[in-house]
């Protein structure tokens, strides 16, 4: 195929990566911690204000303030069309920088490419809560692309060797700040990849002739940063209210979120997990030496192994981990599949023979991504009408809240979402309203909290979910 219809295809593809996901954060309605985030913004004086309430948050909260201040900045602006187009532009770029971290793949690699966008479909267990949701997507797939931006920008200087001027020392420092400070697991395990390719660079010049200024600004800045989020005030209080109401302490606990966490990777990254597997098995039949084995595969087995460890450090954390939290290391493992991939794709047989026919080899890979892509296609369109069908009842419900704020009605109910179009791009369902009644003795009753955020949101007393069918007020 000609380069130039290449190329060209290959930004068609990066398009169509933006407008897939832009499509379905328009058909993503506010929810859940949206509310609670948007209603406290609502008190922001000025833009300024949104500091202080950050500073507020950190101090009793939680510490991911590169997160939450992107939430807030776009709850303050208050329009939820530029954050799906925002969130369109971030996801794409996510894509890219995935397709960058891929050793062994051609020039405009249309088919590596597909892939990247096959598997963040398919194999992103949390899409729903990580790209679409709106205080999901600031806390995950905003900052995993900061970090994956960070970690990419300096394996390529590293590699390169090339000298810097020392702005750059400055801007690798304040880049790895803001990594440092994005996710506890996933920017630990930023800090861990830094080290060890610091080290494979050593070892390869058996000095620390290579090391630069920014090298050591970019380390230390993420360092910083990670520090900023571990130590804030806030995560003890929260700390202590998760350790009330855990059954287990100690070294059960930490055993109980081992079993945990083993469990949703079986039941949610099983295929990737054997698709590392296996891929290495295949290349070890490929290559003519061991030697030659360790070289192609080492990036990919780099982060597989920041992938595990970025996954079971939880293991320490306080809390039972949510699945979301695995958002980091599911990408990392994405870019060690891929990568092994790319050289089974993209490598001929070394030592000669012809013991995996290539042209088996490429019919499979194409193959592969265009079933993927077919697949992918059904999919997007069935459940993209059962998301116009959620978003729907959300808006027709929002409207009805406004109303009766508007009225100064104090005691409402409210229809719950009609049963039937659950799926895995939407946490509507596990985000909607509760038809346990308002208990005065109970008025902060957990079961209830989505009940409670609609009627802080709207100043409303009391809403009090009740069955769709039969309903008739709207």
């Not at 360092?223 to 998760?242: D, H, Y």
């Not at 990036?299 to 954390?317: E, Q, S």
């Not at 599911?330 to 995996?356: C, H, Q, W």
């Not at 999919?379 to 027709?396: C, H, M, S, V």
């Amino acid at each position: 195929m000609p380069d130039k219809n290449t190329k060209k295809i290959f930004y068609g593809l990066v398009f169509l990566a933006f407008l897939s996901v832009t499509v379905f954060c328009f058909l993503t309605p506010a929810m859940s911690d949206d509310l609670f985030y948007g209603h406290t913004v609502m008190g922001a004086n000025n833009f300024f204000d949104l500091f202080v309430q950050e500073y507020e948050h950190y101090m009793t909260h939680t510490g991911r303030s590169v997160a939450h201040i992107i939430l807030r900045i776009f709850l303050y602006i208050g329009s939820k069309g530029l954050f799906n187009v925002v969130a369109g532009v971030v996801f794409t770029i996510q894509t890219l920088l995935i397709y960058a971290n891929i050793d062994n793949r051609k020039k405009y690699d249309i088919r590596m490419y597909s892939l990247v966008i096959l598997f963040l479909w398919f194999f992103d267990a949390t899409m729903c809560d990580s790209v679409f949701w709106e205080t999901g997507a600031c806390n995950y797939l905003f900052t995993t692309t900061i970090m994956l931006a960070f970690i990419t920008i300096y394996r390529k200087k590293l590699l390169l060797g090339l000298q810097e001027k020392p702005i750059t020392a400055v801007g690798m420092f304040f880049l790895g700040l803001i990594s440092g400070w994005c996710n506890e697991n996933t920017s630990g395990g930023v800090i861990l990849f830094l080290l060890i390719l610091l080290y494979l660079k050593y070892r390869e010049n058996k000095n620390f002739s290579f090391v630069k200024p920014w090298m050591i600004t970019g380390l230390v800045g993420c360092i910083i940063g990670l520090g900023f989020l571990v130590l804030a005030p806030g995560n003890s209080s929260r700390a202590e209210q998760t350790v009330e109401s855990d059954a287990h302490t100690g070294i059960t606990a930490m055993a109980a979120r081992f079993l945990k966490i083993t469990i949703n990777i079986e039941d949610h990254y099983l295929i990737l997990t054997l698709m590392f597997a296996v891929l290495l098995v295949v290349i070890a039949y490929m290559m003519a030496s061991k030697s030659k084995f360790l070289e192609m595969t080492g990036y990919m087995r780099l982060m597989g192994f920041i992938a595990l460890v970025t996954v079971y450090v939880l293991v320490v954390v306080p809390r039972t981990p949510e699945l979301r939290t695995f958002y980091g290391a599911s990408i990392f493992l994405m870019i060690a599949v891929l990568n092994g991939i790319a050289v089974v794709a993209n490598t001929v047989m070394l030592d000669g023979s012809d013991t995996i026919p290539q042209g088996l080899v490429q019919a499979f890979v194409t193959s592969c991504a265009v079933v993927m892509g077919i697949l992918l296609l059904f999919t997007y369109i069935k459940q993209g009408a059962n998301l116009a069908r959620i978003k729907r009842e959300f808006d027709e419900r929002d409207a009805y809240f406004a109303e009766c704020a508007e009225r100064g009605e104090e005691d409402i109910t409210a229809p719950l979402l009609r049963p039937g179009w659950e799926n895995r791009f939407s946490k509507a369902y596990e985000s909607d309203i509760s038809d346990v009644p308002f208990d005065p003795e109970n008025p902060n009753d957990p079961v209830r909290w989505i009940n409670k955020a609609y009627e802080d949101y709207y100043e409303i007393d009391t809403i009090d979910g009740v069955s769709r069918e039969g309903w008739d007020k709207y």
